[in-house]
């Protein structure tokens, strides 16, 4: 197995959860609702532990340790698409960023199931219920405010319309993607783009929102080879700024 | 405002919040938890929310995000049939006379309060004209020689119950202690910050 191919796909897969997870967690104590809010800091603490396994497979590999790696690396190391670092905005965009993300999620778990490599296919198994409920809590908010009032619609949709290009981001292809395919580690990013759309399509059908003619939006690519919006830098600030001052810090 | 916390220096500024208007909120919704396979479910508190799916995905998260347990379900309080609460040596079920018998027919879930203070657990289900007359059919049922001190019961189709499919929800990473409050030491942080701190521990500080 190509080790730097397979390293390639596990650091984009724990710094999409690492980062979402850290801004989802920027809602911990501002949410909506006191059930919503922790219903939704659960899923981000699910999003950082489901980044430390991975983080941990990278050390298995001879990557350094998951809170160096987590910590200490600039933005332009980070292997995250771009949709997960944008700021959490309002109430309505991470709603919709959770669930554009979390249906990719899902179904990339649900193939990482099928693994050759299988320290993912055992992680597949083991996190199935956080990912199932982390589903369910994205379909029924949008099937709920998608067909509630004006206001509510006309939110989700404006947030639908802008998180598109960057949704399709998740979907960006790496060079090393023949060889994934090849040898069976992951079915790769179209295959898996394919199976999103018609996850996507079938919940917001269900509701008042339309979905952006998906051929003519262009993808926003770039965060796989680590190019990123201003927004990561000062996220990743924000997040190591304990362990910058002291490495050895337990809170 | 003033915050050492950076999220909330980012907050949007919001204008004047005008209070909402009075019962302009959600219903509640009753959750009951089942803590292990063949245990019954047992009442664990209210959620707030605008219906019963909602109500339902909240409840996971609010009721089971740290216990291990293996089902939960929910239903809306209205839909809760509640009896005289008594004391004493005397049983809920004695105040409960024969209803008059309706054709409507269904299933109803019973549940029991037998100590005062504790919470509402599962005794069993009934076949019923009426939730009325499920309270009644219950006490011969599962009430003898028992004292009751309030019952409830739930007509069948009105729960929302965890499917078969819907069990995996609770089987998710088990390394995740740091939601509990008991990793994070509090007691023995304090203990070595005052030690640190050369403050005498006057023990009444």
Redesign the interface.
């Known amino acids: 197995m190509n080790q730097d191919a397979l390293k390639e796909l596990l650091y984009k897969i724990a710094d999409d959860l690492l980062i979402l997870g850290h801004r989802n967690s920027?809602w911990t104590?501002?949410g909506p609702?006191?059930?919503?809010d922790?219903?939704f800091s659960?899923?981000a603490?699910?999003k950082i532990?489901?980044s430390?396994?991975v983080y941990q497979m990278l050390t298995e590999l001879g990557e350094q340790s998951p809170d160096t790696v987590a910590f200490t690396r600039n933005a332009n190391q980070f292997h995250n698409c771009q949709l997960v670092e944008l700021p959490n905005g309002?109430y309505d965009f991470s709603l919709i960023r959770h669930f554009l993300f979390d249906t990719a999620d899902a179904l990339r778990w649900e193939m990482l199931a099928q693994s050759s490599y299988e320290p993912l296919s055992l992680l597949a198994k083991?996190?199935?219920?956080?990912l199932?409920?982390h589903t369910?809590?994205a379909n029924?908010?949008i099937k709920?405010l998608g067909s509630a009032t004006e206001e509510s619609i006309s939110r989700l949709q404006n947030s639908l319309t802008a998180a598109m290009p960057y949704a399709l981001g998740i979907f960006e292809e790496s060079h090393f993607e023949k060889g994934i395919i090849t040898e069976g580690v992951f079915a790769g990013e179209q295959e898996l783009k394919k199976r999103w759309v018609s996850k996507i399509e079938n919940i917001i059908t269900q509701t008042q929102l339309l979905l952006p003619d998906l051929k003519i939006v262009a993808p926003v690519f770039g965060g796989r080879i680590g190019k990123h919006s201003e927004h990561l830098q000062p996220l990743l600030d924000?997040m190591s700024e304990v362990f910058k001052i002291d490495p050895t810090a337990e809170? | 405002m003033n915050s050492l916390d950076?999220?909330v220096a980012r907050?949007?500024q919001v204008g004047e919040v005008k209070p909402k208007k009075s019962l302009d909120q959600?219903g509640t919704f009753e959750v009951f938890v089942q803590a292990k396979e063949g245990k019954p479910f047992q009442h664990e508190g209210a959620?707030?929310?605008?219906?019963l799916?909602?109500a339902y995905?909240?409840?996971?998260?609010?009721f089971t995000?740290r216990f291990t347990c293996v089902s939960v379900y929910v239903a809306d309080t209205r839909n809760v049939l509640v009896s005289q609460t008594t004391e004493g040596n005397q049983s809920a079920y004695e105040l409960i006379s024969k209803e008059d018998e309706g054709d409507d027919q269904g299933a109803f879930e019973i549940y029991h309060l037998p100590k005062r203070g504790k919470q509402h657990v599962h005794a069993g289900t009934v076949e019923a004209n009426s939730s009325r007359d499920a309270m009644y059919r219950a006490k011969d049922l599962f009430a003898l020689g028992k004292i009751i001190y309030n019952i409830w019961v739930i007509e069948q189709d009105k729960i929302r119950f965890t499917s078969a499919e819907?069990k995996?929800?609770?089987?998710?990473?088990p390394?995740?202690k740091?939601?509990d409050a008991s990793d994070?030491k509090g007691g023995d942080k304090l203990k070595e910050f005052l030690s640190r701190s050369q403050l005498p521990d006057t023990g009444n500080r």
């Not at chain 1, 609702?33 to 919503?36: A, R």
């Not at chain 2, 959620?47 to 219906?51: F, L, S, V």
């Not at chain 2, 995905?57 to 609010?62: G, R, S, Y």
């Open positions: 920027e104590g501002f609702l006191l059930e919503e922790i219903a659960s899923m603490q699910d532990g489901q430390y396994a309002e083991k996190i199935k219920g956080e199932r409920y369910m809590h029924t908010w709920q924000e809170w | 950076p999220r907050l949007p959600f959620i707030h929310a605008p219906n799916e909602m995905l909240l409840a996971k998260e609010t995000r819907e995996d929800l609770w089987n998710t990473l390394e995740k740091f939601r994070y």
